[in-house]
């Protein structure tokens, strides 16, 4: 016998639209140094020079967006110059 549908429970919605992905803020060194072209060495020692801001949780390093963006651009820090000077980064964009 089949069950009638109750008038007092509501039918669920169907999903039509796909929701937006979330763009995480925080970012991991790896992929601070993807975001930048550079090795993982490279953020690590950024961090630990105290030229790049990063805080920890749990175990891990993670990284703000706005602060990668920061450490970056051209008069923001004169460290990615040092970076590139060194090697340990293959952008090309401060030649």
Do not use: H, N
Not at 1 to 15: D, E, I, V
Not at 32 to 56: G, P, T
Not at 64 to 82: A, K
């Amino acid at each position: 016998m089949a069950r009638k549908p109750s008038l007092t429970s509501p039918a669920r919605p169907t999903q039509t639209s796909t929701p937006s992905p979330i763009t995480p803020r925080l970012v991991t060194i790896k992929q601070a140094a993807a975001y930048c072209s550079c090795a993982v060495w490279a953020i690590r020692q950024a961090i630990w020079s105290k030229e790049l801001r990063a805080c920890m949780i749990g175990k891990r390093y993670l990284i703000d967006r706005g602060d990668l963006d920061r450490f970056i651009t051209l008069d923001g820090v004169s460290g990615c110059r040092d970076l590139l000077a060194s090697g340990l980064c293959f952008l090309g964009f401060f030649e």
